[in-house]
């Protein structure tokens, strides 16, 4: 791939970037089962994303996620769906969401009717049926609650700028020497609890010598050893957007391919279920001045497909996970890593490192640190973590192996995040860098994670959410 190439490549799709349309609904009801006498209640709560500004005289298409609660039956925090927002052209706005109760997979499917005489009370009242495999099981009704719902509800309202995923998985190499670029992606099966990694790589040697293309694929199963194979190295194949090399491919989604003569094999569809997330600046990959930056093109997305090793095939459903990049001079010369699905719509993404360049590398290591919850990022600025203010209140990891932990304070919060990757849950692989020297990666995608966010809160801090991940982290730590 020439450099000048893909030069015009990046160029084109950096300002692939729109205004989307975020807001938060809480709606109180009932519900009726066809097998039972009595109703119960029912809360909803959803966070509601569009790509897109919202079209009052048209359709909106929207993704929401959030909590169901049915009294005595069910309290699911990740129930997801869709909404059909037409008040005018189709006069409704119609819900669907999935959610899970007593292990059974479950649809909540109504609308408001939107009349013209009675608009208010029209849009606030959600009649529905709840489905089970195409056959409804119950009804019930849904009220949005003017009185103390009305003012948090406008509140909510956002206006991100939203950018394409697919065009941030766009080549950023550019043809020079002593270059990393990566494209990585884990997975975890909620039906086996297996973790998977697939990453992929292009490395521009400092020498001038021909960039190559390799990679690899683990699989991290819940009973037996982690199995991983290589690819490549190999040419790189142009592409406008993703990785291509070596039968291997990253396309917005779609990854496939395979490893050692097809010991393991994987095709598989991503589906973004969220905004991306610029775990460092946003300038810092718009412009390569740090010694490397990572981002997600979707905070979150949904896998589904196959992935098969050695006589096992894995079927995907709806498996949660996500996407990354990194662009830089080569690894840290110490990090730790970690994403963590929190449920609810809520990600952590954690990056602490220590940079190889002289004066950097002896700092301890700077934190990266992006939790969004709630349709909001906290901190506020992706360098606060790092460097505080002047210097103040910077956040601080201790890494190490099986148990790293990061902790700091932001504005009214602190949060204090402990990772234990278990030996036998870890595969140690050996990173090969542009100037020739090497690292050492020790990944999990079966870690464990303790999330505790506390808020000031008169005089004294408080619980605000924990959460405990058993099985489902991921993460790696690095060393030389």
């Known amino acids: 791939m020439s450099a000048d190439t893909t030069a015009r490549r990046a160029g084109s799709n950096r300002d692939a970037s729109a205004r989307g349309t975020r807001f938060s609904e809480t709606m109180l009801g009932t519900l009726t089962l066809d097998d039972e006498d009595h109703t119960r209640r029912v809360r909803l709560d959803l966070t509601v994303t569009a790509d897109h500004l919202l079209r009052p005289l048209g359709t909106t298409r929207a993704r929401a996620t959030g909590r169901i609660r049915v009294t005595g039956w069910t309290d699911d925090p990740g129930a997801q769906g869709e909404l059909e927002i037409s008040p005018i052209a189709r006069r409704r706005i119609r819900y669907r969401v999935t959610f899970t109760a007593d292990g059974r997979r479950l649809t909540l499917d109504g609308w408001k009717s939107i009349t013209p005489r009675r608009p208010v009370a029209s849009m606030t009242v959600l009649p529905y049926t709840v489905y089970e495999d195409a056959v409804p099981i119950g009804t019930g009704t849904l009220r949005f609650p003017l009185g103390t719902r009305l003012l948090p509800f406008l509140a909510s309202f956002r206006f991100p700028r939203r950018e394409d995923p697919g065009a941030l998985l766009a080549p950023r190499w550019r043809g020079e020497p002593g270059r990393t670029e990566v494209w ?3 997975v975890t099966d909620p039906d086996s609890g297996s973790g998977l990694w697939l990453h992929h790589e292009l490395t521009a040697p400092a020498d001038g010598s021909q960039p ?10 819940q009973d037996g050893p982690v199995r991983h194979a290589r690819f490549g190295p190999a040419d790189l194949t142009s592409e406008e957007s993703g990785f291509t090399a070596d039968g291997v491919s990253v396309r917005p989604g779609r990854l496939t391919g395979s490893a050692a003569d097809g010991a393991l094999r994987w095709n598989l569809s991503e589906r973004p279920a969220d905004e991306p997330l610029f775990t460092f600046p946003r300038w810092s990959w718009r412009r390569p001045l740090l010694p490397a930056a990572q981002i997600l093109p979707a905070a979150r997305a949904v896998y589904d497909g196959t992935f098969s090793h050695d006589g096992t095939k894995l079927t995907l459903t709806a498996a949660p996970g996500a996407s990354a990049r990194i662009y830089g001079h080569g690894n840290a010369r110490r990090w730790a890593w970690l994403h963590a699905d929190l449920g609810a719509g809520a990600v952590l993404e954690i990056v602490a490192a220590v940079s190889t360049r002289p004066g950097l590398r002896r700092l301890p290591p700077l934190v990266f640190l992006r939790l969004r919850r709630n349709g909001r ?12 203010w ?9 890494i190490g192996l099986p148990t790293w932990t990061v902790a700091g304070r932001a504005g009214l919060r602190r949060i204090r995040v402990e990772v234990t990757q278990p030996a036998d849950r870890t595969l140690a692989l050996d990173y090969t860098d542009p100037d020739g020297s090497h690292a050492t990666c020790r990944n999990s995608e079966r870690a ?5 966010l506390e808020r000031w809160w008169f005089g004294g801090w408080r619980t605000e959410a924990e959460w405990t991940l058993d099985g489902t982290a991921h993460a790696e730590v690095g060393t030389r």
């Open 184 to 186: 990585y992606t884990t």
């Open 212 to 221: 190559y293309a390799h990679g690899w694929a683990a699989v991290f199963p």
């Open 377 to 388: 990022c906290w901190p506020r600025r992706p360098e606060r973590p790092a460097v505080g």
């Open 390 to 398: 002047a210097g103040v209140g910077r956040f601080r990891a201790r």
């Open 448 to 452: 464990d994670a303790h999330v505790l």
